[in-house]
Nanobody, 125 residues
Framework: VQLQASGGGLVQAGDSRRLSCIATARSFNIYTVAWFRQAPGKGREFLAASRYGTSATYYSDSVKGRFTISRDNAKNTVYLQMDSLQPEDTAVYYC???????????????????WGQGTLVTVSA
């Protein structure tokens, strides 16, 4: 499985941006797909996940209410809609996937075994 993230760029504070993650997978609906980000000098942070099968969604407290994850299984694509962006949202954003992930681990980086290359989002003040 290969994942390709896109949609990053330079935006201003308060703007919105939508990221896309396209997967090459024969049975995309068996994969939980998540978004993580890594800000300069910091570790990788879980943001949101879309569960396999039910497409249930999970969010970190830091982005709940501002970011929305969604998926289109027909297009093998997961999206991350980001609203009210702030300079502290500046980071490289990664999508990651794993098949049949237990619900207890949706926010745990080490359980994801497929990663996209990352897309940079820069938010200017």
């Amino acid at each position: 499985v290969q994942l390709q993230a896109s949609g990053g760029g330079l935006v201003q504070a308060g703007d919105s941006r939508r990221l896309s993650c396209i997967a090459t997978a024969r049975s995309f609906n068996i994969y939980t797909v998540a978004w993580f980000r890594q800000a300069p000098g910091k570790g990788r942070e879980f943001l949101a996940a879309s569960r396999y099968g039910t497409s249930a969604t999970y969010y970190s407290d830091s982005v709940k209410g501002r970011f929305t994850i969604s998926r289109d299984n027909a297009k093998n694509t997961v999206y991350l809609q980001m609203d009210s962006l702030q300079p502290e949202d500046t980071a490289v954003y990664y999508c990651a996937g794993v098949s049949f992930l237990h619900d207890d681990y949706y926010n745990t980086e080490r359980y994801y075994n497929f990663w996209g290359q990352g897309t940079l989002v820069t938010v200017s003040a």
